[in-house]
C-alpha cells in the first residue's frame, strides 16, 4: 500500500502526493544543510519528499523539453513557409479577414 505526502505553506496546500498503488523507492540523497531548513520551512519535514519528487519531476520535464528543441533545431525551413515571410503576425491577420470576409458573405452580416 502506498502513502500520501501532503506539504502545507501558511495553512495552504501547495502540493499533494498520492502513492496508492505505484512503485515507490526509498532512497537517500544528500543536499545542502540551508537548502533542508528552506524546504522544511516552507512544506515541513512530512513534506520534504513531496516537494523534492515535485521538483525532480518538474525539472525532468524542463531538460526533456530542452532536448526535444534541440534535436528539432533546423527542421523549420522558411523556404517551406512562403506565407510567413513577412511574419507571423500579418499571416494571421489575413487568416482572420479572410475568414471575416467569408463570414459575413454567408450570413450576410
Do not use: C
Not at 93 to 102: G, I
Request: aromatic share 10%.
Amino acid at each position: 500500500m502506498g502513502w500520501r505526502g501532503v506539504a502545507f505553506v501558511k495553512g495552504h496546500s501547495l502540493l499533494t502526493y498520492q502513492w496508492a498503488y505505484m512503485n515507490v523507492k526509498r532512497t537517500h540523497i544528500v543536499i545542502p544543510y540551508q537548502l533542508a531548513v528552506e524546504i522544511d520551512t516552507l512544506v515541513g519535514k512530512r513534506g520534504r519528499s513531496a516537494f523534492l519528487t515535485q521538483a525532480a519531476e518538474k525539472e525532468l520535464m524542463r531538460l526533456r523539453q530542452i532536448k526535444a528543441l534541440e534535436s528539432a533545431a533546423g527542421s523549420w525551413k522558411d523556404k517551406d513557409h512562403p506565407e510567413l515571410k513577412e511574419g507571423a503576425a500579418k499571416w494571421a491577420k489575413k487568416l482572420r479577414q479572410e475568414y471575416d470576409a467569408r463570414f459575413e458573405k454567408l450570413t450576410g452580416r
